[in-house]
Nanobody
Framework: QVQLVESGGGLVQTGASLRLSCAASGRMFNSAAMAWFRQAPGKEREFVAAINWSGGTTAYADSVRGRFIISGDNAKNTLDLQMNSLKPEDTAVYYC????????????????????WGQGTQVTVSS
């Protein structure tokens, strides 16, 4: 069983920074990809950023590109999200997701690509 635990959320003001972290434990070694998604109240879960370890690539949603930076350590199964210049519209529950083996059915920016999810961490940005 694979478990993902997020940390680092909180309440900040517009323009501030936060760093989210995710740690994977259990029976998972060298994940194929890990990602961050978020869900705001009343909205669907949306993609934020991802790392494809297999392809050595990263991807960002247009809404966060240039402000957020995704990084991690594949050997340690850890993932971070540095969030800068936060805006009220970034307010959401942020989820970490992971997949152990590559798949061609979905793209690594799609939520269906990931079988493992954390419980989420709340990020609130006040105006």
């Amino acid at each position: 069983q694979v478990q993902l635990v997020e940390s680092g959320g909180g309440l900040v003001q517009t323009g501030a920074s936060l760093r989210l972290s995710c740690a994977a434990s259990g029976r998972m070694f060298n994940s194929a990809a890990m990602a961050w998604f978020r869900q705001a109240p009343g909205k669907e879960r949306e993609f934020v950023a991802a790392i494809n370890w297999s392809g050595g690539t990263t991807a960002y949603a247009d809404s966060v590109r240039g402000r957020f930076i995704i990084s991690g350590d594949n050997a340690k199964n850890t993932l971070d999200l540095q969030m800068n210049s936060l805006k009220p519209e970034d307010t959401a529950v942020y989820y970490c997701a992971a997949r152990q083996y590559s798949s061609s059915t979905y793209h690594y920016t799609q939520s269906d690509y990931y079988p493992y999810w954390g419980q989420g961490t709340q990020v609130t940005v006040s105006s």
